[in-house]
């Protein structure tokens, strides 16, 4: 089946700008994450959903960062006022997870990443 | 604050050897950890989870193991290829949390 697709698959934008990007999970999976990936070093966590709602967005820098997922399958992040330091890859996650029952995370399946670049 | 390092940052070999690579974890706590690979410009794939209930998990030429109480894992490679040329990542989910945390992963490089 499709994997995690991620729109668009490079973007660039000037400092200032507002950019969108798109995230489709896997059919059926329930929990979707984003994650930020700066050259040469390790994704970092900015949000989880589980279903419609944002279950942990503890990792959002700072509120020029937003994240919807209103249906519970398709999501967006949303970044107002980008800045320079802005500049990464932005991947996007999903998995199965049996929420609320209280059992460990399922493997998380990631797309191919938006590569953003701020000028 | 759970900090993932993974050592080395990048290794080189020559096709055909058996390799380890190294991730270590601060805190014990963790519901699971993952390793991934990631290949140039693209996203992460999953290799190997292992929960924390467990001690290791194989698949095909690859071994994960976990020690939670001395905050370790180990990816095994046997008999490495070219085509396993790429960057490994380990992850670690806190308890409580659905999200990762990354090291920064070793470059492998495997010689023909």
């Known amino acids: 089946g499709a994997g995690v697709s991620q729109t668009p698959s490079n973007k660039v934008t000037e400092k200032g700008k507002y950019v969108e990007l798109r995230c489709d999970p896997i059919s059926g999976h329930t929990a979707l994450y984003w994650y930020r990936q700066s050259l040469g070093q390790g994704p970092e966590f900015l949000i989880y959903?589980?279903?419609?709602?944002?279950?942990?967005d503890s990792g959002l820098p700072n509120d020029r960062f937003f994240a919807v997922r209103p249906e519970g399958s398709v999501s967006t992040l949303k970044i107002q006022r980008t800045e320079r330091g802005d500049s990464a890859v932005y991947l996007c996650?999903?998995?199965?997870?049996?929420?609320?029952?209280?059992?460990?995370?399922?493997?998380?399946?990631f797309g191919p990443g938006t590569r953003l670049l701020v000028l | 604050k759970q900090e993932v390092t993974q050592i080395p940052a990048a290794l080189s070999v020559p096709e055909g050897e058996n390799l380890v690579l190294n991730c270590s974890f601060t805190?014990?706590?963790?519901?699971?950890l993952q390793w991934f690979r990631q290949d140039p410009g693209k996203g992460l794939t999953s290799l190997l989870l292992i929960q924390s209930s467990q001690r290791e998990q194989t698949s095909g030429r690859l071994n994960a193991s976990l020690d939670k109480s001395s905050g370790r894992s180990t990816l095994y490679i046997a008999a490495s290829q070219p085509g396993d040329s790429a960057t490994y990542l380990c992850?670690?989910?806190?308890?409580?949390?659905?999200?990762?945390?990354f090291g920064t992963g070793t470059r492998l490089k495997v010689l023909a």
């Open positions: 959903f589980q279903g419609t709602g944002a279950a942990d």
């Open positions: 996650a999903s998995s199965l997870n049996p929420h609320g029952t209280g059992g460990p995370p399922e493997t998380q399946y």
């Open positions: 992850a670690v989910s806190p308890p409580g949390t659905y999200k990762y945390i």
């Open positions: 805190d014990s706590a963790i519901y699971n």
